[in-house]
């Protein structure tokens, strides 16, 4: 087996050259290499690894391979030691034909980074084929006078090896009247002639049998044999002669089946059937004869199969004109092939890389090759791309192409680009071919989940039962993948005071927010929180959201009668004169809700009167005055039922009852004596107290002011003017309201009001802060007063 390098010292310094040059992005030539045909699979040709100068894992990092022209691959690369391999068995005469040398090109590509360096392997013919004649017989009709040193043309054998291992020599035997002489043709063929040594006589012998034998030039030779028989035939004194000894001629590939070549033309003078012409091709090829046909008769040259310029651009055909005496002349057509632009270009993708990461510029996409095998203009190409794509063409080695990006690509832009690759030959008509190349965007998170409202507002209906769905945020992230995952969570209050983590809960794959606990609205209003989103990505990126809840109200809270005092022990009765004129205000029932808006809306009405029509109630405040004129059958006592209601849904009610006591000015006392201490039977003036709960409700810090008015009617005196009030013995009855939503009672306060003048006035002094079960007086008229106010019940307060 002969394999090895073909190259001098000189070329492999040329050769260090490329390669320095190749490693600043240009190509190179990498060399010649050679290998005997018929060598086995696996054979090795040469290290391509050490022929660069690389190292054993610089071959397989950089992902070199081999590109081979053609649909075979001739040529593997062990890319772990840089081995340049034989991939099948190679047959030279499959290969090449009759074309010598016969050179497989290709290439070497390393993608990483882009290197093609270009090379070629030469297949040596060996001496697998012995010489064979088409003819096994050949006959000659000589005429008995032929002179000496006649030749006569005789067929030649056909040899598939090429060089050396083609017929070398042509040997006949017996050889007492003829020896050979040899031509060269001008593709090197060699094809025998005999001459005549020696006088024949067809009188003596009429016909002669001789071998000839072809022998090649391989070591050791091969040969064939065929058989001449000679007739000696009477004289016939003129051979053919062509009108020209060579007729060139010129076609187009595309001419037509049975389209006339050429015509050949040759005459003789003698007459008869010696003068009668017939043509003939002369030793013509398997090739020539599948391709051309001649008219026996009229010399005319037919197609008779389709000629192809791109696999054989000439032809050399010899034509004999033979007499009807067997003498015979022979002339040369020297056809020529005109290429036609039948091809179009052919694209050959050797790398392509897809997906490609946004943000990445200058990437390289594809690399490809494009070839056209028309000559001339015909074979010259243009190479394009959609002018609206961020893609660039650029050159690269003998017909090589790159594909790079032209800028940074987004993803979320445009995630897939369809790029049509057109290349158009120079020739006339021009041809186009198209290659279409997808290309997709792989993800890279650069992009942070986006909530589709910068706030979020919801409402709640208080009371609400644990784990309630309150409503949901939604984010949306333009990445793809894991870079688009949203997760939520609820992020660290502002309000180191808010019990976030026991009100509400986030799912965290969706969104959705839950409440973990019932709702007080009387407690908590509302509040506000940050919910945060966060992607998967490496790093992650996270955007937030403000949330507010706001509890809505529900009418869960019965109306409250602060005045008159109810289940007391000793109940207020209200004293009335009985020349009281109609309208007369007899007292004010004073009632609160704990709920808020149209819940916390209240209407009086009454419900149960002793004498009905006698007294009235005002539906917006309270208020029980007179309806008609009092008179003397009118009873003495009266009882009154009088319905609180809200205006919620349902309605809630509460009731209050009063007494009223007729008197005939304020001369009669409405409390046995027995009912009163003796510090009570003293007092002038009507003392009240009025207790006031504040509290502040949730993160508003809404001050909500629940007042308890407990009054307590005296006796009075003669005189109608100020006087001093009793505090009731024992506890006050309050009105508490849990704030903190720890269900802990606040604090209450109670202060102490006194009433100034009669009960028409309706004018109150509001003094100081007393605590339960302590006695409080009214102070003298000159205590000093701070502010004043007017409550919602129409009573003058002053606050001291």
Known sequence: MEIGWMHSRRQRQ???????????????????????????????????????????????????????????????????????????????????????????????????????????????????????????EMILKIPENSPLGTEFPLNHALDLDVGSNNVQNYKISPSSHFRVLIHELRDDRKYPELVLDKELDREEEPQLRLTLTALDGGSPPRSGTAQVRIEVVDINDNAPEFEQPIYQVRIPENSSLGSLVATVSARDLDSGANGKISYTLFQPSEDISKTLEVNAMTGEILLRKQVDFEAVKSYEVHIKATDGGGLSGKCTLLLQVVDVNDNPPQVTISALTSPIPENSPEIVVAVFSISDPDSGNNGKTISSIQEDLPF??????????????????????????????TVTDMGTPRLKTEHNITVQISDVNDNAPAFTQTSYTLFVRENNSPALHIGSVSATDRDSGTNARVTYSLLPPQDPHLPLSSLVSINADN?????????????????????GAADRGSPALSSEALVRVLVLDANDNSPFVLYPLQNSSTPCTELVPRAAEPGYLVTKVVAVDGDSGQNAWLSYQLFKATEPGLFGVWAHNGEVRTARLLSERDAVKHGLVVLVRDHGEPPRSATATLHVLLVDGFSQPFLPLSEATPAQAQTESLTVYLVVALASVSSLFLLSVLLFVAVRLCRRSRAASVGRCLVPQGPFPGYLVDVSGTETPSQSYQYEVCLAGDSRTSEFKFLKPILPNIQGQCPEPETEENSNFRNDFGFSIQLK
Do not use: W
């Open 392 to 421: 660039l063409l650029k050159p690269s080695v003998k017909n090589f192409y790159t594909l790079v990006t032209d800028r940074a690509l987004d993803r979320e832009a445009r995630a897939e680009y369809n790029i049509t690759l």
């Open 14 to 136: 040329v050769l260090v050259f490329f390669v320095l040059l190749s490693l600043s992005g240009a190509g190179a030539e990498l060399g010649s290499y050679s290998v005997v045909e018929e060598t086995e699979r696996g054979s090795f040709v040469a290290n391509l690894g050490k022929d660069l100068g690389l190292g054993l894992t610089e071959m397989s990092t950089r992902r070199a391979r081999i590109i081979s022209q053609g649909k075979k691959q001739h040529l593997q690369l062990k890319g772990q030691t840089g081995d340049l391999l034989i991939n099948e068995k190679l047959d030279r005469e499959e290969l090449c034909g009759p074309t010598e040398p016969c050179i497989l090109h290709f290439q070497v590509l390393m993608e990483k980074p882009l290197e093609i360096f270009q090379a070629e392997l030469r297949v040596i013919d060996i001496n697998d084929h012995s010489p064979i004649f088409t003819e096994k």
């Open 511 to 531: 969104g959705h927010l839950f409440a973990l606990r019932s709702l007080d609205y009387e407690a908590l209003q509302g509040f506000e929180f940050l919910v």
